[in-house]
């Protein structure tokens, strides 16, 4: 058994204080940024292509690490084991791609005036319909899951927070409308100036998150002496429900690093960058400091939380639903998606005991760091959907003579149109007896796996230069169908054997893996039939992007 | 910069690219196999200096990939230092 719960879980009205005082300054800087920005799209979208080190490096690392940075990944622990502890060594492969990728994207998007990755990606294969729909197609397919898991948080975060009656709606709505509202009014400088402020949460709640569990237990000796103790299935891999096998572990690391860093809001990111130097800098603290983040610190939190909340009962059996599918500990939760609650659970029930007020405060502290991550990924991501969808669609086929006021307004209108629609599926979701958003973890490694097909054309495009149009626009289309094919939200009924082999492939390794290995060969063996891309555009590509500026 | 420096460089970034591949396939990958504990087997060692084993395997690979980004940031990816300050937007502002 873990260990005996404390009697007293209350943690006063500090949380509504450290809460409220964070919105209030994230609407600052809304209102910041807004009166910084002029009525240019570039500076709506791009903040003028002038951003620093500080702010690339932590925009670019709070859109990166969302709430599944805070909730799915120690949930992910707390379920599997330590294996996924290991997730963590995807962090130092995106911090290299921030550089590898986004050096040159940023060179040939500062000097061709880009602002979304369609206008590259069309413009460099010289496709301005098929390609651009595709990459916006993608945009979308990332973004939409992405922001639903993050809102989701927000209610997940209420719920255990401030326990009543619609806690979780008012949460999830609650955190939509202030996102939406500052990235209405300020644009990419207010969702870059808050993403400082949230990625230094971040930072600090995934780190003081693991330190507090350490501490719960008695300090590091303890700690592990007490983690030594758990079933052997949590020391070992494939872990607790056999999911994650060594291959299926590297391909999502694969796929969670590099598919991340090739979504439309880090490409925005690369495009707004000062300077190579600013993104060479950003690399390092990337790949340096965020993977201790993890390692040292949130993952603990899912070790911890197995002591503390044993997933077996009392004769040593784990509890499972009537599907057979793991549930937490009752204390935890009552459902398969009870697992991401672990660390509220743990902050809220046992720090205030052992720290007293101090510990209250650290929990709030450490609330709102789960709050900062989940906003700064949803307001990155619908700040990138917007500009996907007035660039690459609006002003390209509805209405092309849009001025660029219109165009940024047109911007606004879908920020707040995905925002309502992302909330009201979560909170429908959320009411409905067989909730599909259950596992975050399991929807972020989703909305990678569409993301993962823009890296073909990415790749070819600032590296090899071999593609041709046909072959993007065939094996983009391969691998989107692969990942439709074998998503867990796909319901088609194709008959025993496909059915059979989507389960067998799942469980091999990534679904992004799956679509990208069709993608690259369909893209090579198209690529080698069809007319290649013009050898001035390549050269004027290749010369910029390989240039030392 | 001088084209042997270039090339010197570009020899450097491909031996810390394959060396970071192999930590990859070591660390998170197949190469957990060499030392996974086998849970049907009594006598197993799950810890290895108090530290889970798996935990400690993927702490040696970080410190791997820890060493491979500095060499990169110091040695292949120093050269790229230009910056080039965009213009100031040039519309009037809000404020």
Known sequence: MGEPAPDVNSMGSLPYIVLGGYLLMLLAFGIAGWRKSTDSEEDYYLAGRGQGWIVSALTIMATFFSSFALLGAPGMVYRDGVVFALFSLNVPLAGASVYFFGAKIRRIGQARGYVTPGDMISDYYGSPTALRLLVALIGVLYAIPYVVMQIKAGGILSQQMFPGENSFEIGAIVLSIITMIYIMIGGMRSVAWTDVVQGILLMGGMLIGGLAVVTVLGGPGAFFTKVAELPPKSLSVPGTSGFWNPEMLLTVCLFGSIGSLVQPAQWMRFYAAKSTGTLRQSALIFGVALTACFLFGVMLVGLGGQVLYPLVDAAGEYYTNADG?????????????????????????????LLGSFGALVASLIMVAIMAAAMSTADSNLHSMSAVLTRDIYDRFLRPKASQKERTWVGRGIISLATIVSTVLVIIAHRSEVDPLAMIATLGLFAIAFSSQLLPVTFDMLYIRKGTKEGAVAGMITGLAIVFFISPFMSLDLGQGIADMRKAMLGMIDKGAWGLIGNVLVFIAVSKFTKPIDKARIEEFAKVADSDS | MSSVER????????????????????????????INPDINDPNAAFTLFG???????????????????????????????GDRATDEPKETSHG
């Open chain 2, 7 to 34: 090339e010197k460089r570009g020899k450097l970034g491909r031996l810390l690219a394959v060396v970071f591949v192999i930590a990859l396939i070591l660390g998170p990958g197949p190469g957990l196999r060499l």
């Open chain 2, 51 to 81: 530290l889970p084993k798996v935990y400690a395997w993927g702490l040696f690979w970080y410190g791997v990939e820890l060493v491979i980004i500095l060499t990169a940031y110091f040695k292949v990816w120093r050269g790229d230092d």
């Open chain 1, 325 to 353: 599918k793991l549930l937490p500990n009752p204390a935890v939760g009552d459902t398969p998606g009870g697992f991401n609650d672990i660390m509220v659970v743990v902050l809220k029930e046992r720090l205030p005991t």
